[in-house]
C-alpha cells in the first residue's frame, strides 16, 4: 500500500494585531483545513485537558474550577523568563502531538495558524511562511481597542515577538491585513495559486 501523501504545510503567523486571526479565517473561507494553535491551547487547558495536570504541578495557583485559568497564568509568567521557559517546554510537545494529528488527516494544504512561528523555531517545520501584517499605527489602534489591554502589557508582548519587518523578510508570501477585507481575500487567493502550481511542479 503506498504511503499517504503529506499535505503542503503552510504556515501562517504575524505580530499581535496585524490581522492574523482574520486572514486564517480567508483561507478557511477558501476551503483550507486550518490548524488554530490557539485554539488547541484553549482545548489542553480546559477541564478534563492534557496539559491540566501538568500545568497545575508546575503552576499551582493557576488552576482554578479544574482548569487552567490562563489569566491567572498570563500574571505568573509574564515578564519571567524562567517561569515563560517552563511552561512552553510542558506545552509546546502537547501542541505538537495534536497538530502532528490534525496534520495526518489531510493530504492536499493545511494552513497551521502559530502566533510564535519564528520565535519557536516552527518555521523549519513547514513548506511556506504567510505573514500577516499591517502598519504599526493600525497595529497599536486594533491592540489598545482589545478588552483588558493596557500599553504597559502590550509593549510587553510586543518585545517578546520578532519585530515585524524581520517576520516580512523571512516569509514567503505577505498578506496586508490594513486595506480592508475584500484585498486581503484577493491576496490569499493570489497566494494558494501560487502553492498550487508549486505542487503540480513538484
Same mark, same amino acid.
Given at each position: 500500500?503506498?504511503?499517504? !501523501?503529506?499535505?503542503?504545510?503552510i ?6 494585531? /496585524?490581522?492574523?486571526s ?19 491551547i484553549?482545548? *489542553? ?9 501538568a ?10 474550577g ?7 497564568? +498570563?500574571? /505568573? ?7 515563560? $521557559?517552563?511552561?512552553?517546554? *510542558?506545552? &509546546? ?5 495534536? @497538530? ?5 488527516? &489531510? ?16 518555521? +523549519?517545520?513547514?513548506?511556506a511562511?504567510?505573514?500577516? +501584517?499591517?502598519? $504599526?499605527d493600525?497595529? @497599536?489602534?486594533?491592540?489598545? +481597542?482589545?478588552?483588558? /489591554? ?8 510586543? !518585545? ?7 517576520? @516580512?523578510?523571512?516569509a514567503d ?9 475584500d &484585498? ?5 487567493? /493570489?497566494?494558494l495559486?501560487?502553492? @498550487? ?6
Amino acid at each position: 500500500m503506498p504511503a499517504k !501523501a503529506k499535505p503542503f504545510l503552510i504556515g501562517l503567523t504575524g505580530s499581535i494585531g /496585524m490581522g492574523k486571526s482574520q486572514t486564517a479565517a480567508l483561507f478557511a473561507e477558501a476551503n483550507i483545513p486550518v490548524y488554530d494553535a490557539d485554539a488547541a491551547i484553549q482545548k *489542553l487547558y480546559a477541564r478534563g485537558g492534557a496539559g491540566v495536570d501538568a500545568v497545575g504541578q508546575a503552576f499551582p495557583g493557576a488552576i482554578k474550577g479544574g482548569a487552567v485559568d490562563r489569566a491567572a497564568l +498570563s500574571q /505568573m509568567v509574564l515578564g519571567n523568563a524562567a517561569a515563560l $521557559a517552563k511552561l512552553e517546554a *510542558l506545552v &509546546h510537545p502537547l501542541v505538537r502531538a495534536d @497538530r502532528d494529528a490534525f496534520i495526518a488527516g &489531510h493530504d492536499e494544504i493545511v494552513l497551521l495558524d502559530i502566533p510564535l512561528l519564528f520565535e519557536t523555531g516552527g518555521a +523549519s517545520d513547514v513548506d511556506a511562511v504567510v505573514v500577516a +501584517s499591517t502598519d $504599526a499605527d493600525t497595529q @497599536r489602534a486594533r491592540v489598545l +481597542s482589545r478588552p483588558g /489591554m493596557t500599553e504597559e502589557k502590550f509593549t510587553t508582548l510586543h !518585545a517578546r515577538q520578532v519585530p515585524d519587518a524581520q517576520k @516580512r523578510a523571512q516569509a514567503d508570501y505577505v498578506v496586508e491585513t490594513g486595506q480592508g477585507l475584500d &484585498h486581503a481575500r484577493d491576496q490569499v487567493k /493570489m497566494i494558494l495559486a501560487d502553492i @498550487r502550481k508549486k505542487i503540480a511542479h513538484a
